[in-house]
């Protein structure tokens, strides 16, 4: 029984634990970034779930819907590698690299309401 927990533990030192990530579709590899959207979405849903048989979940279910608008947010952000913005035109200008291409284009967001 000594010996099995040895192997266990040598194993896992040496190869690493294998954890259930969600696989990023872009690289085909586990992804720690796109787990907490995943794992967050899936406390949302069982907390809406659970938010019907029980309305003091109410505080519980928003703020894990917080979580996962947070996760989703910071996930798809991580690819941004530069960030402009210009307080004169009321622009932000984002720049990211894309794995298959070498730079994609930049997409500008500007305000309507400026004058």
């Not at 069982?46 to 928003?62: C, P, R």
């Not at 991580?78 to 307080?87: G, V």
Request: net charge neutral.
């Amino acid at each position: 029984m000594l010996q099995k927990i040895k192997d266990i533990w040598k194993s896992w030192t040496t190869n690493g634990i294998f954890l259930p990530f969600a696989h990023d579709p872009t690289t085909n590899k586990p992804s720690i970034t796109l787990f907490f959207p995943y794992a967050t979405f899936c406390l949302s849903t069982l907390s809406i779930v659970a938010l019907h048989f029980k309305k003091d979940l109410a505080i519980a279910t928003w703020t894990t819907i917080g979580f996962w608008i947070i996760a989703t947010v910071l996930y798809m952000l991580r690819r941004i590698t530069k960030a402009k913005f210009d307080l004169d035109d009321k622009s932000i200008e984002l720049d990211s690299t894309d794995d298959k291409e070498e730079k994609s284009p930049s997409s500008t967001v500007t305000n309507p309401d400026a004058t």
